[in-house]
């Protein structure tokens, strides 16, 4: 399904409360008991107290998460900050560099379900935690999103979506035409269409979808689709949204999309197939992104969690003056390895 995120800036302590309270809002709207919004609610003010010590243009970006039934709370504190040159030693109970108690990021980890940091001296450190409600089962495939309205704008002209088609992970990343609440309903009609079709074939679906968007301004939609344990990744794409496949060793597929707007214009859709292993990496994104994006300055960022992977992203290229939206998927570690 498709989830947007809440982008807050956090460079005072008034903002680390705002923080705090709009995180227990999204918990309580998920139906979090109070205690469990409270352990929301403190590791926001924990990631939050954090940036307003350490960080410049720091940043607490919010999405729910759902996984079938289960639900939960993920929060990305990015910043271009002093960093960190010993995570581990950062992460140990009673360590700070800021008069404080010291106690904040181990106690952050031990609420968290998911907890992972990345952080490079001179540069800054983005902070991902993960609170479910209930643990979800283990997934084949791990992903994570950022998707940020244009500044000024309520709502997000972008949209993505991940569905499971036939035994493949299918994503989907939409950008509506131009941005504000007809863009959302462009992007946001894309998504209901590729949710709604049952069939995982990427052109397919792409065709699907062109009738469905004739009532709205249109979007540039693209299309990735693998199954674990494949050698290769399925993708199409019209209108320029982004795509690569990464390996951890730096090597980059750029994905091909045909010209013209889904809904309006598609005078020819093809699927491509590129070469995919179990340690590649899928990047979507849309055009708030700078194209010039890249991983080779961030040594070791694409063996983080895919949230990580897109926070970075989006703290280190996006334009600043349009919707953006970063999807990062892999196949989820084998156990033990």
């Avoid at 209930?134 to 950022?146: C, I, L, N, Q």
């Avoid at 792409?206 to 050698?231: F, M, Q, Y």
Wanted: glycine share 12%.
């Amino acid at each position: 399904m498709e989830v947007s995120t809440t982008a807050l800036s956090v460079t005072e302590s008034s903002q680390a409360g705002h923080a705090r309270r709009t995180a227990a809002a999204l918990a309580s709207k998920l139906g979090f008991n109070e205690e469990a919004q409270g352990k929301v609610a403190l590791v926001a003010s924990e990631a939050a107290k954090n940036l307003v010590a350490h960080a410049r243009e720091g940043q607490l970006l919010l999405r729910a998460l759902h996984a079938g039934s289960h639900v939960g709370v993920e929060l990305l504190a990015l910043d271009k900050g002093p960093g960190m040159a010993d995570v581990d030693r950062c992460m140990r109970d009673g360590y700070t560099t800021a008069g404080t108690g010291g106690s904040g990021l181990g106690a952050m980890r031990r609420m968290s379900t998911v907890f992972d940091i990345y952080s490079q001296p001179g540069v800054g450190t983005a902070l991902l935690a993960q609170l479910w409600l209930s643990k979800p089962p283990r997934a084949e495939v791990e992903m994570g999103a950022v998707c940020v309205p244009m500044q000024g704008e309520e709502v997000c002209g972008d949209a993505w979506s991940q569905d499971l088609k036939d035994g493949r992970s299918v994503f989907l990343v939409a950008d509506g035409l131009g941005h504000g609440p007809d863009a959302a309903r462009a992007s946001r009609a894309a998504v209901v269409s590729f949710l709604e079709q049952g069939t995982p074939d990427v052109t397919e679906l792409l065709k699907g979808s062109h009738g469905e968007l004739r009532s709205t301004r249109g979007a540039a939609v693209a299309l990735a689709s693998l199954r674990p344990g494949d050698a290769r990744l399925d993708f199409a794409g019209v209108g320029n949204i982004a795509a690569s496949v990464l390996s951890p060793q730096g090597s980059m597929q750029r994905m091909v999309s045909m010209n013209g707007t889904l809904g309006h214009q598609m005078h020819r859709v093809q699927s491509f197939s590129y070469t995919w292993s179990p340690d590649s990496v899928l990047v979507m994104c849309s055009d708030g992104l700078l194209t010039q994006w890249r991983v080779d300055g961030s040594p070791g960022l694409l063996n983080r969690h895919p949230s990580l992977v897109a926070g970075v992203l989006y703290r280190d290229f996006s334009r600043g003056r349009d919707d953006v939206t970063v999807l990062v998927a892999r196949e989820a570690p084998r156990s033990g390895s």
